[in-house]
């Protein structure tokens, strides 16, 4: 039994069926990577999870209760984080403060009126927020806005805002694009380092050194149908995958 | 059934109103995205240009009043009538309908002045500081119009052949109990002209894309080698005119004044938000259903049973479709919704 | 007009970067030239006095780390409002860039393909590509886009922003392709992309390469930038820190190794 | 008399000077009028300190005034701007008397405002001098010991109007009302109605319309066929401009109904009203509190020094701030004193002719002028462009007085 | 943000606010504001646009309705001296928490949608509330001559306690009367606590999770948290401090008028906060008090007054100055309100406030560059 379980989701836009009974069934601690081409519905399916869509029909199971119909930050709260294809970020907070948000969100529920304290005397929370920003490398930035970022940095701030809360699950939406080589490297060790905290994690992505580096388990995606899944070693080897996805690509 | 058809005009009148001066709003606000709270103002200016036209030409000989001795008082007697007579008179006459000539170059300049001197520099800005500037400009501009023109409204009367009413009951078989104001019925066939007009050329044209995609993301259609200040300007420009075109038509029913502006900024914005952001289509109808309602709200019938209703009437509608319709009647998503 | 290259304009060289100057500066006038242009974001100053040369039909690489600068260079070029370029002359085909504004420059053969794409929302596929045949000069019409670009004229009804990620990049090639460029700017066309799609776009900028077309490409994807580009310019903190043959890259690990981590 | 030394706000003590107030509507839909009033309260302390032809100080009767200001202290003044609002009224008149220690206050051109102004004045302790304003309520239920009104109210205008509707249009009618939906409107339509009914008239309905509601169509309509033949316009100001141009634009008054010609009238007519609706007036029927066409020595002579002042003739709400100005400085005089109790007390009572509209009588009991009240209609044929009203009749005093105690109300205490 | 902020620049802060507050009458002089009637407005328009500010500058919702909070703030106060006691307490107590609960039920409604929509709404709520007070609920509220004590009100705390005078008795505070000078000071005080209460929750994770609220809301419900209670919260919290200044309006006037509701009375107050700048703590309180300032000395301009202003200029200067002057005070204040909006908005972005923030860092610029943008070299010239 895993952490997440998904069974028969399907889901159209008008005429374009974008998940076709799709399962999955990813376990607690592995890091669980769905590839697939572009349009396959890979953020679709995350979506799914998330809130952000309803599934025409199907289910999803996380830790034994449905996500289905629920509201995005009561998901979040069961213990599901994501990282968005295009960052979602309080882009005229500081730093300091994206970070600080979730972590009150962790500490005092969906909604409490903290209305007295000040931040600047949340020393635990700042601690904390600081030391994620740490472990991801914007330390320094931490006064900045968000929105002067460069796309590389605010992909990272987001992970580390979700990082913040210590999920059960996250949700990487291509963590590594449109980063440099040497912050790829970075985040995988980083995403290495969280693995030890027993996160689950499902992983897109389309760079398949940060999928090979990190997957147990691959999920292949095509036309919104899983077309294989199995460990890394045999999805490298499979010929659908090979003509669907990965084309001549040296890996 | 004659009062029921007899509201139904006065909707359709009031809705065509509603809707032709909500639309030059909509093009200003739901496509340009700016909050422009000098619209009413605009309206307020095309009425004076009706004004200004009128007083031109009824330019007087003054002959003075002998039998008043403390102070001058005239008998007036335009220069256009004494020399043309009877035609003089007709063109006096006529003065509103020549107004709108007028109005059409005049509100174009005084749109694209604004948009080039003004507006411009506000397409990056918070709303919040739109709303400040426009609301200035309104005042400034409303404060100008009184200083020239005082601050008591001035008769613009249509002209004498439709100042009486049409027998339209007898037209239609609905006997002679149906009769409507000739100008009324005007306003509402100018209205719908327009109204048409501006379709025709932001549907049929790529223009209107191009202004959608342009407020959409103005970046990118710069780097697609559109102008897209340029067309900016024209659809303020437009807009202007259409908001002085409504405001010339309507003063023979509403005789002018400086505040004028204000009193029907509030009704347009509610207007083109009940229809939807960045929807023409939305502003028309959402015109023409407040103002429908809003007649038939003012029925004694109704009024007896619920008192007041007609004073609030168009913001109960619009609280009701905004809260069973998200984005208004017609509004497309993520159109100023943050 | 003056037909003045930019690389005979003398200015100031205490700020001019050290490893800037290049052996083909010397090879008579450019096709393209930036010559020490500095580039503010309101109170940041990003660009920092980059210059160099292009020849015509030339395919340069523009790498570094995040941050380096890429996205800003390749936007001052482009005339975008942001960065707002201080100082310095761009120099396209014998045209002042700089005293363009962003369309003027498009209209003169400038194209970008932006870094987050930027399809418009709101506009279908089709509208999309419409879009960039408003302004003269067009490019390939719409239809030699499709049998390019087949998914899109499956998809050329759907609202482009609903697209999934690399189907939005192919949007934005074809709509830079729209229009008659002289010069492309890429800003990581890769980004986000399926191998197998990469590919695909590799194919068609190799077919782009075949044409002639003088083209500027940044890539986090260093390795295929190289093997496509005949030249790479390095940025590092806004300003240029190699500029060279692109083999020459490929062959110098230390240089690789402290500009881009590979 | 120094029994009077009592400490009270304002005092103006040993000063040169004393201080009026002058509170009018400078900007809004009133601004004109209020521009005028501005006008005749700078000709009254004028006229009160010396200066100038000396007005109506040369007619009114008994006159206390000597020309050298109020108790030998010249008058200034201060002004403020009520933008026709309530609350900014009364902010204006706490300025005057907090911070520029006005003796008196004195404005108006809305019942709201004056009420809201006179209660104030109640409290502060400080005499206000109502302006224009013709609700009932200003002397009936909201009357304050501080507060006087020299201008007519809703009820004589209707009793004014009896008898020359009941001559013009004959005892069988059918009335339709419109009503402006707000206090002032609902007087106004219960004074005209009692007068109408009691000439046998039939009320065939009485809408209520929003304040400002622009266009009428919707509300005129349904008059058209009620089987009424007569439309009431209890309307003021912009709502009256604009609901008697779309009456007319409605062909209302080229119908016939019951045999007889449609009439519209308007019981309260001011000149500004009269200009905004331009020709649409023409022979419909109202009334004025005064007009300058008046003959009498007093009007002559107000016409007269407003005229080669300003260029044109005074309006009603002019000649009423005037007037009330130039009483509010004689019954110091007659007092002896500022205090107010005193002037109240001089003022209550007082009768005075010689200012238009013949003999009038400040009655104590609701501190309500009674005097001739004017019924006009709009002049078919205008001499000038200040000829807009013709006086049908001048109806005396007698017709239109009423029992104190009619609208209720109480006065307050003297000493606050 | 350069200049660090800690509750010891906070502590500093509020104590130069409450300092500058309390001394208005002295430093007022000079300028002809000090009479109590205008400090009085200063100090609850103050308090209204600080708690606007609470909704629009922290969590970005434009309301364009609580001016309808204001309006039954004051009702409240009004009907409480009528049937209670002249006593101010339970009247502003009162007023708070009908303007509170009034403004849960417009918000909870309203603040299913967001944006401009949000705006009309609310803007319709407002103006029924305003057409009804005006018309139909005229019982209640009077109507257009707005609702006034009389002595005939019932007043049954009082009538326990002290023996009915001649006329109206007047609103105290335990004896002490509203009027003139403690009425200032009654306001002053509660500004100073509204002010605190302000700071608090701009510095408290309440207010931050607001300005997460206008950053990114759909970021904020992927991070776990409710967007809608923190947005009704701090709508209510605002609606109450517009209740609270409708009931200070009654207590130094106790008279409450229709059109106090009126979408003019609420745009004022957005023109108020933006005129100052939206979202920092004093922008609010400094527009309010321009706004106010303009209204009530502005127009109380007359060509006397001009004339014996200029009095020392030669004789046909004086005449051309004093009608070129004219245009703009009196009657024409207006006019002179209009063009400050425009300048203001045009040359300082974001407010007064902000815009002085600007100089100051412009001015200050190198000093600061050092320590702000360390990972930047230094900038060339
Ligand atoms: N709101 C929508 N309306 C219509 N079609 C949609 C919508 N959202 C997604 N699609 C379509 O559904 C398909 C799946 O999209 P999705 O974003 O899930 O792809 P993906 O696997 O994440 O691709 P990529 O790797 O490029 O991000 C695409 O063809 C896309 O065009
Ligand atoms: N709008 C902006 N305002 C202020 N600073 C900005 C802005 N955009 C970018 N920057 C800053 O400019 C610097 C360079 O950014 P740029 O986007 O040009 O880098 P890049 O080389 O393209 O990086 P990446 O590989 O991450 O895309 C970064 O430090 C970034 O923080
Ligand atoms: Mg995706
Ligand atoms: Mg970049």
């Given at each position: ?7 028969d ?31 396959a519905?890979?953020?679709t ?10 599934p ?23 213990g ?17 403060e994206?970070?600080?948000i ?14 007295w304290?000040r ?9 904390k ?8 490398g ?9 929105n ?6 605010k ?12 999920p059960k ?13 040497a912050?790829?490297n ?10 030890e ?6 992983v ?5 050194h ?27 080897g ?14 | 059934m ?13 809705g ?22 000098a ?13 200004t ?13 002998e039998?008043?001795?403390?102070f001058?008082?005239y008998?007036?007697?335009p220069?256009?009538?004494?020399w ?15 107004s709108?000539?007028v ?9 694209l002045?604004?948009e080039?001197?003004l507006i ?5 800005r ?11 400009l309104?005042?400034?501009l409303?404060?100008?119009v009184k ?18 009413s ?9 006997g002679?109990t ?36 342009g407020?959409?993301?103005?970046e ?12 900016f ?12 075109l409504a ?8 005789p ?12 347009s914005?509610?207007?083109?938000v ?49 809260l ?15 | ?10 200015g ?31 109170e940041?100053?990003?660009?920092q006095?980059v ?7 030339e ?5 570094g ?15 975008m ?24 420059a ?14 418009i ?11 960039a ?7 390939w019409?719409?239809?030699r ?45 890769y980004?986000g992309l ?9 194919r068609?900028l ?5 044409l ?24 590092d ?14 062959d ?11 | 008399?120094?029994?009077?030394a ?16 002058f509170?009018?509507?400078q900007?809004g ?22 200066e ?8 009114m009767?008994?006159l ?7 108790l030998?202290k010249?008058?200034?003044?201060v002004t403020?701007?009520t ?37 104030l004045?109640?409290?502060m ?13 200003t ?8 507060g ?7 009820y ?6 009896g008898?020359?509707l ?21 007087t ?5 109605k ?11 309905n009485?809408?209520?319309t ?17 089987g ?5 316009l ?10 008697l141009t ?21 019981p309260l ?26 003959q ?7 016409v007269?020094?407003?005229?080669q002042?300003?260029?044109?003739p005074?309006?009603?709400?002019a000649?009423?701030?005037?007037v ?17 109790p ?6 209550e009572?007082?009768e005075?002719d ?12 609701d501190h ?13 044929n205008p ?8 006086v049908?009749?001048?109806v ?11 609208f ?9 | 943000?350069?200049?660090?902020i800690?509750l ?14 309390l ?8 300028i ?14 103050g ?13 970005g ?11 039954v ?21 009162f ?22 929509y ?28 707005g609702?006034?004590?009389a002595?005939?009100?019932p ?13 109206i ?6 004896g ?10 009654f306001?002053?005080?509660?500004l ?19 300005k ?15 967007t809608r ?6 709508f ?14 009654a ?17 004022e107050?957005?023109?108020?906060t ?24 502005f ?22 100055v ?14 002179t ?7 203001i ?24 560059k050092k ?6 070299p230094?900038i060339?010239?």
């Open positions: 039994m895993g952490i997440l379980q998904v069974q989701v399907n889901k159209s836009f008008g005429g374009l069926k974008a998940l076709h009974n799709v399962n999955l069934d990813v376990e607690e601690g592995a890091v669980h990577a769905i590839i697939g081409p572009n349009g519905g890979k953020s399916l995350l979506n799914c999870f998330v809130g952000r869509l309803k025409d029909t199907g289910s999803v199971m996380f830790n034994g209760t449905s996500l289905l119909g629920i509201a995005p930050h009561e998901i979040n709260q069961a599901v984080a994501r990282v968005f294809q295009t960052p979602e970020i309080f882009g005229d907070l500081s730093l300091i994206n970070v600080m979730p972590t009150f969100a962790k500490r005092d529920g969906a909604y409490t009126v903290n209305a304290g931040i600047d005397q949340a020393a635990e929370i700042r601690e927020a600081e030391h994620i920003l740490e472990d991801v914007l330390a320094e930035k931490q006064e900045m806005h968000a002067s970022l460069s796309r590389g940095d992909r990272r701030l987001e992970l580390a805002m979700c990082l913040v809360q210590e699950l996250l949700l990487l939406d291509e963590p590594t694009a449109g980063m440099s080589r912050d790829t970075n985040t995988i060790d980083l995403l290495k380092r969280i693995g905290r027993g996160i689950t994690k499902i897109i992505e389309h760079d398949m940060v999928v090979f580096s990190l997957a147990s388990k691959i999920s292949v995606l095509a036309q919104g149908t899983v077309i294989a899944e199995g460990a890394p070693e045999e999805i490298k499979d010929p659908r995958v090979q003509e669907a996805y990965l084309g001549g690509a040296h890996l | 004659d009062t029921f058809a007899l509201q139904l005009l006065n909707g359709l009148d009031k065509g109103a509603y809707a032709l001066i909500a639309l030059g709003l909509t093009l200003i606000f739901g496509t340009l995205g700016v909050v422009n709270f619209h009413g103002a605009l309206f307020m200016l095309g009425a004076f240009c009706a004004v036209v009128q007083k031109i030409l009824t330019i007087s000989v003054k002959v003075k009043d039998s008043i001795t403390f001058e008082a008998k007036e007697v220069y256009l009538e004494t043309f007579g009877e035609t003089g008179s007709v063109i006096i006459d006529y003065s509103v309908p020549i709108i000539l109005a059409i170059p005049v509100m174009l300049l005084i749109g002045v604004m080039r001197g411009q520099r506000f397409y990056k918070t709303h919040a500081e739109q709303i400040l500037v426009t609301f200035g309104a005042i400034v409303q404060e100008l200083a020239n023109f005082g601050a008591n409204p001035i008769p613009t009367p249509a002209p004498e052949a439709v100042a009486g049409a027998n339209i009951g007898e037209w239609l078989g609905l002679s149906v009769v409507y104001p000739w100008w009324r019925l005007i306003y509402l066939a100018f209205a719908g002209v327009v109204i048409a007009a501006v379709f025709s050329f932001l549907q049929f044209t790529t223009f209107g894309m191009v202004v959608r995609a407020m959409q993301d103005r990118t259609v710069g780097l697609l080698g559109i102008d897209i200040q340029r067309r300007s024209i659809v303020f420009g437009l807009a202007a005119v259409v908001a002085g405001g010339v038509m309507y003063t023979p029913i509403l002018p004044d400086y505040h004028m502006g204000m009193d029907f900024l509030v009704l914005f509610v207007v083109v009940v229809g939807g952001m960045g929807s023409l289509g939305g502003a028309v109808a959402a015109g023409f259903l407040l103002g429908i309602l809003q007649s038939f709200a003012s029925m004694n019938e109704v009024k007896s049973i619920l008192p007041g209703i007609d004073q609030i009437i168009i913001y109960l509608v619009a609280v009701v479709i905004l069973v319709r998200p984005r208004g009647l017609l509004g497309r998503k993520g159109v100023m919704e943050s | 007009m003056t037909e003045t290259p930019a690389l005979q304009s003398n100031p060289q205490g700020n001019a970067p050290q490893a800037s100057a290049a052996p083909e500066r010397n090879k008579g006038p450019a096709f393209f030239s930036c010559w020490d242009i500095h580039g503010y974001y309101g940041s100053y990003i660009v006095g210059s160099f040369d292009i020849r015509e039909g395919i340069v690489a523009l790498l780390r995040n941050g380096a600068g890429k996205t800003s260079t390749l936007r001052t070029i482009a005339r409002s942001d960065p707002q370029l201080t100082h310095g002359e761009i120099w396209l085909d014998h045209k002042p860039l700089h005293e363009m504004s962003d369309f003027q498009s209209q003169f053969g400038v194209g970008l393909v932006p870094e987050d794409r930027r399809i929302p709101g506009l279908t596929v089709e509208e999309n590509l419409q879009l045949q408003i302004a003269e000069p067009k490019g019409s719409i239809e886009l499709y049998e390019h670009f087949p998914r899109l004229a499956e998809r050329r009804k759907q609202e482009g922003v609903t697209l999934s990620g690399g189907e939005q990049q192919m949007l934005a090639v074809a709509r830079a392709l729209a229009r008659d460029v002289k010069l492309l700017l890429l800003d990581e066309p980004e399926a191998p197998v799609i990469v590919q695909e776009i590799e068609i190799e077919e782009i390469k075949g002639g077309l003088t083209t500027i490409i940044v890539e986090q994807n260093a390795i295929a930038a190289l093997h496509l580009a005949d030249r790479a310019i390095i940025l903190m806004g300003q240029v820190a190699f500029d060279g043959i692109a083999q020459e890259v490929l110098n690990a230390e240089l690789r190794q402290e500009y881009l981590a590979i | 008399r120094n029994v009077f009592q400490d009270f706000r304002n005092n103006p003590g040993d000063g040169g000077t004393v201080t009026f107030g509170n009018v509507p900007t839909a009133y601004a004109d009028e209020g521009a005028d009033e501005l006008r005749a309260y700078q000709l009254a302390v004028k006229h009160i300190n010396g100038g032809d000396g007005g109506l100080l040369n007619t009767q008994p206390s005034l000597k020309g050298d200001g109020v030998g010249k008058v200034v003044y403020g701007d933008q026709t609002k309530s609350d900014a009224a009364r902010a204006s008149a706490k300025r005057m008397i907090e911070k520029d220690g006005v003796i008196m206050y004195s404005g108006g051109s809305s019942s709201g405002v004056a009420i809201a102004q006179q209660s004045a109640q409290e302790g400080i005499v206000f001098m109502n302006g224009l304003t013709h609700s009932n309520d002397t009936g239920k909201d009357k304050r010991r501080y006087f009104r020299h201008f007519f109210n809703a004589m205008s209707g009793a004014a109007l008898p020359v009941e001559a013009e249009m004959g005892k069988e009618r059918r009335a339709y009302h419109l009503t402006a939906d707000y206090t002032w409107g609902w106004q339509e219960e004074s005209i009692n007068t109408t009914e009691g000439l046998g008239w039939q009320t065939a009485a809408v209520k929003p304040l400002g509601a622009g266009d009428f169509s919707q509300y005129i309509t349904p008059v058209l066929n009620s009424a033949d007569v439309l009431i209890n309307h003021y100001g912009k709502d009256m401009i604009n609901s779309q009456a007319v634009q409605f062909g209302l008054r080229d119908k016939q109904v019951n045999g007889k010609d449609f009439q519209i009238v308007v007519y001011s000149r500004l009203m009269a200009q905004g609706a331009g020709a649409n007036i023409k022979g419909i029927f109202g009334t004025t509190n005064w007009n300058w066409s008046l009498d020595a007093g009007s002559q002579a107000f007269k020094s407003f005229g002042e300003y260029g044109f005074p309006s009603q709400a000649h009423t701030c005037y009330q100005t130039l009483l509010y400085a004689n019954a110091c005089q007659m007092a002896g004193t500022f205090y107010p005193e002037v109240i007390k001089a003022l009572g007082f005075f010689g200012m238009g509209n013949g003999k009038t009588l400040y009655r104590a009991e309500q002028c009674f005097k001739d009240v004017l019924v006009v209609k709009g002049n078919e001499s000038s462009q200040f000829d807009l009203l013709e049908v009749q001048e005396p005093r007698s017709q239109v007085e009423y029992d104190a105690g009619l209720g109300g109480e006065l307050g205490p003297y000493e606050v | 943000m350069t200049n660090k800690t010891r620049s906070d502590n500093m802060m509020m104590g130069l606010f409450a300092l500058a507050i001394t208005m009458p002295i430093w007022l002089m000079p002809g504001a000090s009479y109590p009637d205008l400090m009085q407005k200063f100090a609850i328009f308090i209204f646009a600080i708690g606007f500010n609470i909704l629009f500058g922290l969590t919702y434009l309301s364009f309705g609580h001016a309808a909070f204001l309006g703030g004051s009702y409240t106060a009004v009907w409480s001296f009528k049937l209670l006691s002249m006593n101010v307490v339970p009247a502003v107590i007023a708070v928490i009908v303007a509170g609960a009034f403004s849960f039920l417009i918000g909870f409604i309203s603040l299913r949608r967001s944006g401009i949000f705006s009309i709404l609310t803007l319709a709520f407002a103006q029924m509330s305003y057409n009804l007070a005006y018309s139909v609920l005229t019982p209640i509220t009077n109507g257009e001559t609702l006034q004590l002595k005939s009100d007043r049954v705390i009082d009538g326990l306690f002290v023996e009915a005078g001649a006329g008795p007047s609103t105290n505070f335990f002490i009367a509203m009027s003139g000078y403690s009425g200032f000071y306001c002053a005080v509660l100073i606590i509204g002010f605190y209460i302000s700071l608090r929750i701009t510095r408290s994770p309440f207010g931050m999770m607001l997460a609220i206008k950053s990114n809301q759909n970021r904020m419900s992927y991070t776990g948290l409710n209670p923190y947005a009704l919260t701090a209510v919290i605002s609606g109450m401090y517009a209740g609270l200044a409708g009931a200070l309006l207590v130094t006037d106790p008279l409450a008028g229709a059109e106090r509701m009126q979408w003019t009375a609420s745009g107050v957005v023109l108020m933006i005129l100052g700048g939206v979202g920092t703590l004093l922008g609010p309180m400094l527009g309010a008090v321009i706004i106010k300032y303009f209204e009530n000395i127009s109380a301009f007359n060509e006397t007054l001009l004339n014996n202003i200029f009095s020392f200029l030669p004789e046909g200067l004086q005449e051309v004093v009608s070129v002057v004219g245009l703009f005070v009196g009657e024409g204040w207006h006019l309100l209009g063009i400050l909006f425009m300048i908005v045009i040359y300082l972005p974001g407010g007064l406030v902000e815009g002085a923030q600007r100089v100051r860092d412009y001015v200050g610029r190198k000093r600061h320590t702000s943008e360390a990972h930047q230094q060339a010239e």
